[in-house]
């Protein structure tokens, strides 16, 4: 057994870990963990049974105790790992779950508690190559479908076709679910594959393909310097907010959509949005109820809608679509997806301040202070949003032109297959990466 008592750390991570929880501060102790990855398992778990006991997470205490005890038994590993990955930190569960594998190869259990670990980090490719690794053992529902899944998110579409071919159809109905999504994925893929790259840096075309969302515009920052399209921090404007609702109106053209009305979702935000969006659109404006027909749902973020009173509710009544129901949402979190996927999405942010929100600014000493929130009207607020300028930002010159026609294009080519299905959540970034700064 490690002992803090007898034996120094083997990792300057780890050291530093400590010294995180002796000023009890639990956040950087977990940050430094995360880069030991190649720590010895048992000097980590000890490390993290010390944070755990400090958060009060007791049965990732008691788990990392026992793994620090016997870090070369399969049982301890693996209860460890699913103890990460139950708290929220699958980075730390993926070397005892791969370590724990390779001492029980034949377990089902382990393959996908590692393969879970991986999902939750984003590692795709990594949990393809390890359902492979044991491909002779896979059962069709779920490792065979989980293979499908990652292949896709990874890029591999190939792959995924290959394996989706194999498939069996479900005994257990909880799968049917999960199956008509995979379907819809790779149809939609063979249909952007005609008019998109899908490459890399295909941030459209693989929104497109893993949640049927139509993405209206790409930051005009950073393209090249890891942002490939998503924005990092977003300080939001009025202006911004009309070239979203002109995008909108062009996507719903171009997919011959023909609505009848904008439905007002209860937080303030999307009010807000949605009154604008109604004159853009030229509807009239409805408050939100479920089931209604031939309407665009305007969301600022969902997330937003979320907090809101009455909320989870109406989120709840969002996953599935009524007929000729568009759901538009200006304003998406791409590092914490909301719970329902938007059939239309403005622009992919990591943080964003709207308009009306109390954003930072320079105060008269030149310093960067925080605004106050514009308390208006929502009309009010909203009529500004309709006479601002929806001029696109000119951004720093790196980010691939990206006029109106070409996304209308896209819009035509995909539209027999857009506006179908679920909206079930988003848990992926996918094969596009982009650089995280929180």
Same mark, same amino acid.
């Given at each position: 057994?490690?002992?803090?008592?007898?034996?120094?750390?083997?990792?300057?991570?780890?050291?530093?870990?400590?010294?995180? $929880?002796?000023?009890?501060? @639990?956040?950087?102790?977990?940050?430094?963990?995360?880069?030991?990855?190649?720590?010895?398992?048992?000097?980590?778990?000890?490390?993290?049974?010390?944070?755990?006991?400090?958060?009060?997470?007791?049965?990732?205490?008691?788990?990392?105790?026992?793994?620090?005890?016997?870090?070369?038994?399969?049982?301890?590993?693996?209860?460890?790992?699913?103890?990460?990955?139950?708290?929220?930190?699958?980075?730390?569960? =993926?070397?005892?779950?791969?370590?724990?594998?390779?001492?029980?190869?034949?377990?089902?259990?382990?393959?996908?508690?590692?393969?879970?670990?991986?999902?939750?980090?984003?590692?795709?490719?990594?949990?393809?190559?390890?359902?492979?690794?044991?491909?002779?053992?896979?059962?069709?529902?779920?490792?065979?479908?989980?293979?499908?899944?990652?292949?896709?998110?990874?890029?591999?579409?190939?792959?995924?076709?290959?394996?989706?071919?194999?498939?069996?159809?479900?005994?257990?109905?909880?799968?049917?679910?999960?199956?008509?999504?995979?379907?819809? %994925?790779?149809?939609?893929?063979?249909?952007?594959?005609?008019?998109?790259?899908?490459?890399?840096?295909?941030?459209?075309?693989?929104?497109?393909?893993?949640?049927?969302? @139509?993405?209206?515009?790409?930051?005009?920052?950073?393209?090249?310097?890891?942002?490939?399209?998503?924005?990092?921090?977003?300080?939001?404007?009025?202006?911004?907010?009309?070239?979203?609702?002109?995008?909108?109106?062009?996507? %719903?053209?171009?997919?011959?959509?023909?609505?009848?009305?904008?439905? $007002?979702?209860?937080?303030?935000?999307?009010? =807000?949005?949605? $009154?604008?969006?109604?004159? @853009?659109?030229? $509807?009239?404006?409805?408050?939100?109820?479920?089931?209604?027909?031939?309407? @665009?749902?305007?969301?600022?973020?969902?997330?937003?809608?979320?907090?809101?009173?009455?909320?989870?509710?109406?989120?709840?009544?969002?996953?599935?679509?009524?007929?000729?129901?568009?759901?538009?949402?200006?304003?998406?979190?791409?590092?914490?997806?909301?719970?329902?996927?938007?059939?239309?999405?403005?622009?992919?942010?990591?943080?964003?301040?709207?308009?009306?929100?109390?954003?930072?600014?320079?105060?008269?000493?030149?310093?960067?202070?925080?605004?106050?929130?514009?308390?208006?009207?929502?009309?009010?607020?909203?009529?500004?949003?309709?006479?601002?300028?929806?001029?696109?930002?000119?951004?720093?010159?790196?980010?691939?032109?990206?006029?109106?026609?070409?996304?209308?294009?896209?819009?035509?080519?995909?539209?027999?297959?857009?506006?179908?299905?679920?909206?079930?959540?988003?848990?992926?970034?996918?094969?596009?990466?982009?650089?995280?700064?929180?």
């Amino acid at each position: 057994m490690f002992s803090r008592r007898n034996r120094r750390p083997t990792s300057p991570e780890l050291a530093a870990a400590r010294e995180c $929880l002796d000023r009890g501060d @639990v956040p950087g102790a977990l940050r430094e963990l995360r880069q030991a990855s190649s720590a010895p398992l048992g000097e980590v778990a000890d490390v993290v049974g010390r944070a755990a006991g400090a958060a009060g997470f007791d049965d990732l205490r008691k788990a990392a105790t026992a793994l620090a005890a016997h870090p070369d038994r399969a049982r301890p590993l693996y209860d460890y790992g699913y103890a990460c990955v139950e708290r929220g930190v699958s980075y730390l569960a =993926i070397p005892a779950l791969r370590e724990a594998l390779r001492l029980a190869p034949g377990s089902a259990g382990l393959l996908r508690e590692l393969v879970s670990a991986y999902e939750d980090e984003g590692r795709h490719r990594d949990a393809v190559d390890a359902l492979l690794a044991h491909e002779g053992g896979l059962a069709d529902w779920p490792d065979r479908y989980l293979l499908v899944f990652n292949a896709v998110l990874a890029g591999d579409l190939e792959l995924a076709r290959r394996q989706h071919a194999r498939l069996s159809a479900p005994a257990d109905d909880t799968w049917l679910g999960a199956r008509d999504r995979q379907n819809r %994925v790779l149809e939609r893929s063979s249909v952007v594959g005609r008019v998109s790259p899908l490459d890399h840096s295909d941030l459209r075309g693989w929104q497109y393909v893993m949640g049927g969302t @139509v993405l209206g515009t790409l930051s005009p920052f950073g393209f090249d310097a890891g942002m490939a399209g998503r924005y990092a921090y977003l300080q939001d404007s009025h202006e911004r907010c009309l070239y979203g609702l002109l995008r909108l109106k062009s996507v %719903v053209a171009a997919a011959g959509v023909r609505p009848r009305s904008v439905s $007002l979702l209860p937080d303030r935000g999307s009010r =807000i949005l949605g $009154l604008a969006a109604a004159e @853009v659109l030229g $509807l009239p404006a409805e408050p939100f109820e479920a089931g209604r027909e031939d309407t @665009v749902v305007i969301a600022y973020d969902l997330a937003g809608t979320a907090r809101a009173a009455g909320g989870p509710e109406v989120i709840g009544q969002l996953f599935e679509r009524a007929p000729g129901q568009v759901l538009h949402e200006h304003a998406s979190c791409w590092t914490d997806p909301p719970a329902v996927t938007a059939d239309s999405v403005t622009l992919l942010h990591q943080s964003a301040v709207a308009p009306w929100e109390a954003g930072l600014r320079q105060g008269a000493d030149g310093e960067v202070e925080r605004g106050e929130p514009d308390r208006r009207p929502e009309a009010a607020i909203a009529a500004e949003i309709v006479g601002a300028d929806p001029a696109p930002e000119a951004g720093d010159g790196e980010t691939p032109a990206d006029p109106a026609e070409k996304l209308t294009d896209f819009v035509s080519a995909v539209a027999g297959t857009w506006l179908r299905g679920d909206r079930a959540r988003l848990r992926s970034s996918g094969p596009v990466t982009s650089s995280r700064f929180l």
